[in-house]
Every structure is written in C-alpha cells, then in structure tokens.
C-alpha cells in the first residue's frame, strides 16, 4: 500500500525552502549597495556571491569528509530533522554578526562576507537535509512532487526577497531613503529571530527522525579530487590578499581558478574511465559530466542576475540607480518561479490536454502575481512588463514541446538561453533587458533535468553522486567574479576616454559560452548513457 504524505509535517519543512530563496536572491540588491558603500571593483562586489555559495561546497565538503573519516554518514546518525535544526542555528548566528556589524559603526567589507559564509554553511547543512527530509515524509513514488512543492516555495522567497531588502534599504517607491550600512541591521536581527523560530518549530514538531540506510560507499580518490577543488577556490575568496601578496592580478586569480577547477573535473573522469577503483560515483562519466553542468548551470544563473546591476546603471539600458533595479530583479527571479511553477504541473496524473492548458495558463497567472507583488510594494510595473508575456508564451510552448524529457528539455532551454543572450548582445534598453530576464524561465528546469540525467545508472552510487553534485553548487561563487572581471575592463576604457568595445555589455558573453556548454551536455551525456543501454527520454515518453 502507498504511503500517504504526511502534508503537516511537510509543511513545517517547506519553511526553509523559502529560506534559501529570500536569502540568495537578496544578494543581488545587496551586492551593487555593497560596492558604492565599501568602494568595491565588479570583482570584489561579486564575493558577496562566493562566499554565499563558496559555503555551500566547504560545508558539503567537510560533512562528507568527517563521515569519511568516521567510517559512518554523520546526517544519517544525528536525523534530517537534528540536520535542519542545526544548520538552522548556524544560520542564526551569521545573521546575528551581520546585524551586530551593520550597527556597530564599524563594518568592513571582510566582516560581511564572514557572516554571508556562515549563513550560508547553515544553509549548506539545511538544504543535504531537507531534500531527502522532503522525499522520506511520504511515498518515494510521490517524492518529486514534494520537491517541486518546495521548489515552488523557494521560488516564491526569490521573488519577495530582492523587493523586500530593497525596501528595507532604499524605502518605498514613494518614500526613498539614503541607503545606510545601518539599514540592514533590522532586517538581519528579523531574519535572525525567523531563522530561531523555525528551528524552535522544528524542535517540537511530530517529525519521525528520518534518516537513509545506505550505505557509505569509500572513494578516496574522489575525496583527493574535491579537496584539491576546495584548495584551488580559496585564493578566489581571499583575492584582495593574494594580489597583495603576489603581485598576481584578481582577473587572473578568478580566471585561473576556474579553469583549474574544470581541469581537476574532466582530468578526474578521465582518469576514472582508465582504472575506475577508488573513485565511487565519479566512476561514471554522467556523473562527472553532471557536476560540470551543475557548476556551469548555478553559475550562469547567478552571474546573470549579479552582474545585471552594473549593466543597468548603464544609460543605454535604463540608467538605473541601485535603489531603483528591485522590480527587475525580481523579474528574474520570479522568471525562475514561472518556470518551475509550470513545470510542476507535469508531476501530477493529469489528463494529456489538462497539462497542456495548464501549461499556458500557470505561467501567466504566475506573472499575475509578479505583478500584483510589485503593486502593493508600490512600484506600477504593468505597462512596464506587458511585453515580457511574449518570452513567457515562448518559454510554455518550448517546455510543451520537450514532452518532460529531460535531454530534450534541456538542449531546448540552453539553445534558447543562448538565443536570448545573442539578442541581449545586438540590442540596447528594454530589449535587452529583457532577454537577459528570459534566461530565468530556461534556467528554472534546467536543474531537475541536469541532476536526473547525472544520477542515472549510478545505483548504489546514488546518494553519494547526488552529494557531489550539490557540492557543485560553487559555480554560483566563481562564475560571476569571473563576468565581473570582464566589467571591470571599462574602468581602463573610461579612464581612456571612453573609446573602445562596452566590456560591462559584452561580458555576457560569458554566459552565452555556458548556456551553449549547457547544449552541448544534453547531446553528451546521451550518447555516454546510450553507450551504458540507458535512454532516459524514451523511459519518460514510455511511462505516459
């Protein structure tokens, strides 16, 4: 007999779901404040974003080397709900010492970042938790939907996140405020309080304390991979101090690391592919090709949003101040919302032509809401972003004819990333503007798609592969220094007068060479599941 969802206990659950989206996309209001506040390059302004997500690989990286170390998987001995409640208070913590700093007349850039990182190393620990927390509290058959339920939330937090710091930093539309180191103190002290809340909630809760029987599967070399990994990433977030120490330019430390990073990963699976002992679940290539995808994917998406304020403080693209951008963030983020929330319609037993209208009408009442947000924060956006309901319908019609196969959805949503960057590329104002927006509704399917067809044929490798991948995550901390490091070559062309290419304009250039990556892994990873017997899109097209 089916177990039945426990829907009270997933409800509790879903909280920090919406946790790690308010927090995240709240970077990107925070990130052009930080870099007029403390004097930041693009570079330095974009460690906002690595320590964020720099936390998400180091707190993976050290969970799963103590369990190595202690032969037993830690998560699993303490329970997914001890596991949310302690990465809870962690997360207490750094907001805390980002409040205490904000009001204490003394915050420096290096203080902020620390109290991001452990933030988000709380994070780190709430996120290995929940999402196998999400699929144990009901029937395994059922677990997708309660994933993509949290998803949705998640989504849902990207969307209030950037409006309501940008609130509390500027004021309202009508009542705008000299933004203030200070203002974010009350912010963070209420997040602090939500975050104790939460975990206070989880405490008392009727929750089972779940946890997984798999095994521990040993891959020493794998561990050495990751390590060396996690090694070549710190002079990213210790920049400023490595220049000083070496002479070596920032451009080149961000550029060097990251390209030594995806020679550890494609050295790793070809060294696996010779003699696979010893390298556990990055024995397989899909695997391996997965982590790549899934550091390229988080990457481009949070490069394309980090990044989008300095290119909308240009004049050709809205002249925009820093205190004036929320809508447009928003926009982005609720893009991924419309996406996923559209896609979610694909996990319920549903009738073939009740899918397909749903599938053109959530989309538009998703933008409803978007709009209705920004309403009642004050900002009249309706005439405004009428016709970005002309990507939306695109993006609809693209996931209706991907049939919910995830190589064919995926080559279709990169593919036309990639278009949508071309055009941002060719064009200037709005325009522009909202083809940089429109990648959110590709990138919103694009991690579903990447993770099933990276943990495919892996079997008792499952559970270690998917915590490979999520330590993946660190793309979202070096990819965009990396496009701010491209931003920062007009500070020379300024200082030359102006002349010369628009490098804050043509930095999107770097996400164009993702998403055609992203394309090119779809086509990929077939072939090396097709060479395993493994077709996961005629598995897909044969259960409907």
């Known amino acids: 007999m089916s177990q039945q969802t426990k829907w009270s206990q997933f409800g509790v659950l879903i909280i920090v779901f919406f946790f790690w989206g308010f927090v995240a996309a709240s970077n990107s209001i925070f990130i052009p404040f930080?870099?007029?506040?403390?004097?930041?390059?693009?570079?330095?302004?974009?460690?906002?974003?690595?320590?964020?997500?720099?936390?998400?690989?180091?707190?993976?990286?050290?969970?799963?080397?103590?369990?190595?170390?202690?032969?037993?998987?830690?998560?699993?001995?303490?329970?997914?709900?001890?596991?949310?409640?302690?990465?809870?208070?962690?997360?207490?913590?750094?907001?805390?010492?980002?409040?205490?700093?904000?009001?204490?007349?003394?915050?420096?850039?290096?203080?902020?970042?620390?109290?991001?990182?452990?933030?988000?190393?709380?994070?780190?620990?709430?996120?290995?938790?929940?999402?196998?927390?999400?699929?144990?509290?009901?029937?395994?058959?059922?677990?997708?939907?309660?994933?993509?339920?949290g998803g949705s939330v998640n989504s849902f937090g990207t969307l209030l996140g950037p409006l309501v710091v940008s609130v509390v930093l500027f004021g309202s539309v009508a009542a705008k405020k000299e933004a203030s180191i200070t203002n974010i103190q009350t912010l963070y002290f209420f997040l602090s309080g939500l975050f104790l809340l939460a975990a206070a909630i989880?405490?008392?809760?009727?929750?089972?304390?779940?946890?997984?029987?798999?095994?521990?599967?040993?891959?020493?070399?794998?561990?050495?991979?990751?390590?060396?990994?996690?090694?070549?990433?710190?002079?990213?977030?210790?920049?400023?101090?490595?220049?000083?120490?070496?002479?070596?330019?920032?451009?080149?430390?961000?550029?060097?690391?990251?390209?030594?990073?995806?020679?550890?990963?494609?050295?790793?699976?070809?060294?696996?592919?010779?003699?696979?002992?010893?390298?556990?679940?990055?024995q397989y290539p899909q695997l391996v090709l997965g982590m790549v995808a899934i550091f390229v994917y988080v990457g481009v998406e949070v490069t394309i949003d980090n990044n989008f304020a300095a290119l909308l403080k240009l004049p050709a693209f809205g002249g925009y101040d820093e205190s004036e951008i929320a809508h447009l963030v928003s926009l982005y983020w609720g893009s991924l919302m419309i996406g996923r929330w559209t896609g979610a319609v694909s996990v319920f037993n549903l009738p073939k032509n009740t899918k397909r209208v749903l599938g053109l009408v959530v989309p538009v009442v998703a933008f409803g809401l978007i709009l209705f947000v920004n309403y009642l924060k004050g900002d009249n956006v309706v005439n405004e972003f009428l016709p970005y309901l002309i990507p939306i319908i695109i993006a609809a019609l693209a996931f209706l004819f991907a049939e919910e196969k995830p190589v064919k959805l995926l080559l279709t949503v990169s593919v036309l990333a990639a278009v949508a960057i071309l055009i941002s590329l060719v064009t200037t104002g709005m325009i522009s503007n909202f083809a940089i927006i429109s990648c959110g509704l590709c990138c919103s399917v694009m991690w579903p798609c990447i993770f099933a067809l990276a943990v495919t044929g892996l079997g008792k490798y499952t559970s270690q592969g998917s915590a490979f991948l999520i330590m993946m995550i660190l793309g979202g901390a070096i990819i965009p220094p990396a496009q701010g490091a491209i931003i920062d070559l007009d500070q020379a062309r300024l200082a030359g007068g102006g002349e010369g290419p628009n490098f804050t304009h043509l930095s999107y250039i770097l996400p164009l060479i993702c998403f055609a990556y992203l394309a090119w892994h779809a086509l990929k990873t077939k072939g090396v599941l097709k060479k395993q017997g493994l077709d996961i899109d005629a598995q897909v097209a044969g259960s409907h």
Request: aromatic share 12%; proline share 3%.
């Open 202 to 282: 989880f405490a008392f809760a009727k929750l089972p304390k779940t946890t997984s029987d798999e095994k521990l599967e040993k891959s020493p070399k794998a561990l050495y991979a990751l390590l060396i990994i996690g090694l070549i990433f710190l002079p990213v977030l210790f920049a400023d101090f490595v220049k000083e120490q070496t002479g070596i330019s920032k451009t080149a430390i961000v550029i060097g690391s990251l390209l030594i990073i995806l020679g550890i990963l494609f050295t790793s699976m070809f060294l696996a592919s010779r003699n696979p002992e010893g390298w556990g679940a990055m």
């Open 34 to 149: 930080c870099k007029k506040f403390f004097n930041l390059d693009q570079i330095q302004s974009q460690l906002v974003g690595s320590a964020f997500y720099g936390a998400y690989f180091y707190g993976s990286l050290i969970l799963y080397l103590a369990s190595a170390i202690g032969g037993t998987d830690l998560l699993n001995k303490i329970g997914y709900k001890k596991g949310i409640i302690y990465g809870l208070l962690i997360s207490v913590v750094g907001a805390l010492a980002l409040a205490f700093i904000s009001g204490s007349g003394n915050a420096t850039f290096g203080l902020v970042l620390l109290s991001f990182f452990i933030i988000a190393l709380g994070f780190s620990l709430q996120q290995t938790s929940a999402q196998p927390f999400a699929i144990a509290l009901g029937s395994p058959e059922t677990g997708a939907h309660r994933l993509n339920m």
